[in-house]
């Protein structure tokens, strides 16, 4: 007779589960953390001053990916190592994740293709579009303790974050200026903060801030109004119009219909009511002062003069004009693209990611790309509670109102990492992590 098999790890033999769902050894656990720290914490400005070239042309292409993207590779390579079977928990968490696995196939591919074309965006496919991918792929282990220990790190850089946009305006020096090839630009006085450029500040803080509205229930209500007061300050200091637009829009719309929902139910705190009746007297007092003090000066000054940006999004319309349909499917000639951008005012840039991915990869490449994109966004979604549609849509807005994604930017990580972190539902603990081990058996039985 066959004895009882006894406990065993299975594939990941040296990190089985421990009680209440923390699967992760704590090697990988204080290492993602330690990702999502540099991602938010570390820009171009600060890598500028240690020797490190990230936001420029020119220098060393090791140096064009970001620091945290090689430890979230390190901490890959580290976890497949331990789990027993690198193949197996690669599959595992693939089969978890498959958008996001489907994502950093794509990406890859699409890396091969810009090398062997020669064609710009190399550093781009990896951290735009490999990082967020393989992130998700890791956190599909729902570690407890990591999550919670994310979202800390979280709400601790972007406080820094906007206290740090607060002085440099108050101050009018930046800490840590936006760098390309170590030239400042100058005439450029919007904070950067840690972030690096004001529009990438503001972008993450309008996501954060509706993430505050709609999420973020770890925190008490009155942590978020605070939070998200200030936040709103910092965005301010950013000078990013159309993120200050979205973010008021569709936080006003939130707040709109979850008051008539809370008002429908019929029951109201008294000190509540009271609060929210001292603060809406006090509100135009405050705007008042801010107003007299110039804090809203540097804002208005960007809706009446945006540097060219209103008519850049009109003129990259007409480079279309120049190039035939074979062109336009597989990408035209580099040269002929960056004359036709000079030619046309557009020194800044190309303001839509869309615009910007078929002008210089082609259709074909394009339509690829945002095949995975929309599967992986549906993915991230899925992983988090009903209120994400705020943020998602916020995000959505905001990535079509520059080069975004087009381009090598850290965005989309951090995206998912406040969806994830800020989002997260409440659910059984460890029953993804316990797929993503797969069936225990002990070899011994089996044999029996």
């Known amino acids: 007779m066959a004895r009882p098999a006894a406990p065993a790890a299975g594939w990941g033999q040296g990190t089985a589960a421990r009680p209440g769902g923390h699967s992760l050894d704590w090697v990988t656990g204080y290492g993602l953390v330690a990702v999502v720290a540099l991602l938010f914490a570390i820009s171009g400005g600060m890598l500028w001053l240690v020797g490190y070239n990230y936001d420029g042309l020119t220098g060393n292409p090791a140096t064009k990916i970001h620091p945290s993207t090689y430890l979230l590779v390190l901490m890959f390579a580290w976890r497949a190592c331990t789990f027993g079977n690198p193949v197996g928990y690669t599959l595992a968490i693939a089969d978890r994740r498959p958008a996001s696995a489907l994502m950093a196939v794509i990406s ?81 006085l919007r904070s950067t903060a840690l972030q690096g450029h004001p529009l990438s500040n503001a972008t993450v803080t309008s996501i954060y801030v509706l993430a505050l509205l709609s999420g973020s229930r770890s925190l008490s209500m009155p ?155 549906h993915e991230v979604a899925r992983r988090c509670h009903a209120g994400i549609w705020l943020t998602m849509l916020g995000w959505l807005i905001l990535l079509n109102t520059s080069e975004s994604l087009a381009s090598k930017t850290t965005l989309m990580t951090k995206f998912v990492v406040i969806a994830l972190a800020l989002y997260r539902p409440v659910r059984e603990v460890g029953s993804d992590a316990q797929r993503v081990r797969g069936p225990q058996t002990h070899p011994r039985a089996s044999s029996s």
């Not at 998700?136 to 999550?147: H, I, N, P, W």
């Not at 994310?150 to 101050?171: C, D, G, K, Q, S």
């Open 223 to 377: 942590m978020r109004l605070g939070l998200i007061g200030l936040q709103c300050a910092a965005l301010v200091s950013f000078g990013g119009r159309s993120a200050m637009v979205t973010t008021i829009a569709l936080g006003g719309i939130y707040l709109l219909f979850s008051g008539v929902a809370y008002l429908r139910r019929g029951r109201i705190s008294l000190p509540g009511a009271a609060l929210a009746v001292l603060l809406a007297s006090l509100l135009p007092v405050v705007l008042g002062m801010l107003f007299s003090w110039g804090f809203f000066d540097a804002l208005l000054e960007r809706f009446v003069s945006d540097s060219g940006s209103a008519n850049a999004r009109v003129e990259m319309f007409e480079l279309f004009k120049h190039l035939e349909l074979r062109d336009l499917i597989v990408g035209p000639d580099i040269d002929l693209i960056e004359s036709l951008r000079r030619i046309n005012g557009l020194e800044q840039g190309i303001e839509n990611p869309i615009i910007r991915l078929v002008l210089y990869q082609g259709a074909f490449f394009t339509l690829l790309l945002f095949f995975g994109f929309v599967l992986f966004m």
């Open 108 to 188: 890859i591919l699409l890396l091969v293709v810009v090398i062997v074309r020669q064609r710009p965006g190399m550093a781009g496919m990896i951290d735009t579009f490999v990082a967020p991918a393989l992130l998700v792929m890791m956190l599909a282990e729902d570690d407890e303790r990591t999550f919670a220990r994310i979202r800390t790190v979280v709400h601790a850089v972007m406080t820094a974050n906007a206290l740090l946009a607060l002085f440099e305006f108050a101050t009018k020096t930046l800490v840590f200026p936006y760098r390309l090839d170590g030239a400042v630009f100058m005439n450029d």
